[in-house]
Nanobody
């Protein structure tokens, strides 16, 4: 099992930027694809972005494509989500997760992102 800790959330105005980080425990981090998900109040948790273990392949939800960038630093056991041009509808709790066969397995505790209009 992998322990995940997200950070970097906060309050930002519409059009602003934030960078989320997710630090993972263990020595096998590079073997896991990683994903970012989010859950807004009253809504189901949804996929935001994912990245392969090597970092060579990335995927994005249509709602964030062109605005968010996922990356990882395997030497630091960390995955990032750079969020630009934020919109009020991006307000949610953001979670990172390990992906096994594209299915989330280990979850972090989440970090709140609030975008004001």
């Amino acid at each position: 099992q992998v322990q995940l800790v997200e950070s970097g959330g906060g309050l930002v105005q519409a059009g602003g930027s934030l960078r989320l980080s997710c630090a993972a425990s263990g020595r096998t981090f590079s073997s896991y694809a990683m994903g970012w998900f989010r859950q807004a109040p009253g809504k189901e948790r949804e996929f935001v972005s994912s990245i392969s273990g090597s970092g060579a392949y990335t995927y994005y939800a249509d709602s964030v494509k062109g605005r968010f960038t996922i990356s990882r630093d395997n030497a630091k056991n960390t995955v990032y989500l750079q969020m630009n041009s934020l919109k009020p509808e991006d307000t949610a709790v953001y979670y990172c997760a390990t992906l096994v066969a594209n299915i989330p397995r280990d979850w972090g505790q989440g970090t709140q992102v609030t975008v004001s209009s």
